[in-house]
T-cell receptor, first 110, second 116 residues
């Protein structure tokens, strides 16, 4: 069936490095994508979104890239900080309800 | 800080107990959601309310009973739960369903439920 998944379950980086978290999706009808950050013991926090008519969107220290040809989504975090340590979920929306991917645990080493 | 408030933050209940989880939002959103999240797993959709009417029930067992008293409040009534129902229960809201161009869902901090 259709699914949203992540390539890497855990990503370890050094403080100050750039981080790239990847997400693959299989539903070609998906038209809206969201990245969420979930810190330990908290609910998912909206980070950034992108519509299917765009291929790049930038926020504060974060950039989301969408490649519809290969059904791939990525989240880039610039100058990663210890406070960025969390689980990151991508979610794709096709019928207004997001479906979440597996999640990637980002560990930032000081 | 999230504008979706959930209470209680932690709940321990026996398998014969009846309890409720509560959720409130004051963003004027007309769609509200319940998700269940097990450790190290993504959130799984349980129910969706749109304009105070149940829109989606993802084949959730009847021991979970949602209620939407008004557009700002969402409850989840719990009865005769099993230990495997222990999880983080997340409430969320969005402006409404059927928005073209995207439906951003905002989550509360969740209620940690332990069934003993």
């Amino acid at each position: 069936g259709e699914s949203v998944g992540l390539h890497l379950p855990t990503l370890s980086v050094q403080e100050g490095d750039n981080s790239i978290i990847n997400c693959a999706y299989s539903n070609s009808a998906s038209d809206y994508f969201i990245w969420y950050k979930q810190e330990s013991g908290k609910g998912p926090q909206f980070i950034i979104d992108i519509r299917s008519n765009m291929d790049k969107r930038q926020g504060q220290r974060v950039t989301v890239l969408l490649n519809k040809t290969v059904k791939h989504l990525s989240l880039q975090i610039a100058a990663t900080q210890p406070g960025d340590s969390a689980v990151y979920f991508c979610a794709e929306t096709q019928s207004y309800i997001p479906t979440f991917g597996r999640g990637t645990s980002l560990i930032v080493h000081p | 800080d999230t504008e979706v408030t959930q209470t209680p933050k932690h709940l321990v209940m026996g398998m014969t107990n009846k309890k409720s989880l509560k959720c409130e939002q004051h963003m004027g959103h007309r769609a509200m959601y319940w998700y269940k999240q097990k450790a190290k797993k993504p959130p799984e959709l349980m129910f969706v309310y749109s304009y105070e009417k149940l829109s989606i029930n993802e084949s959730v067992p009847s021991r979970f009973s949602p209620e939407c008293p008004n557009s700002s409040l969402l409850n989840l009534h719990l009865h005769a739960l099993q230990p495997e129902d222990s999880a983080l229960y997340l409430c969320a809201s969005s402006q409404d369903l059927g928005r073209t161009g995207g439906n951003t869902i905002y989550f509360g901090e969740g209620s940690w439920l332990t069934v003993v």
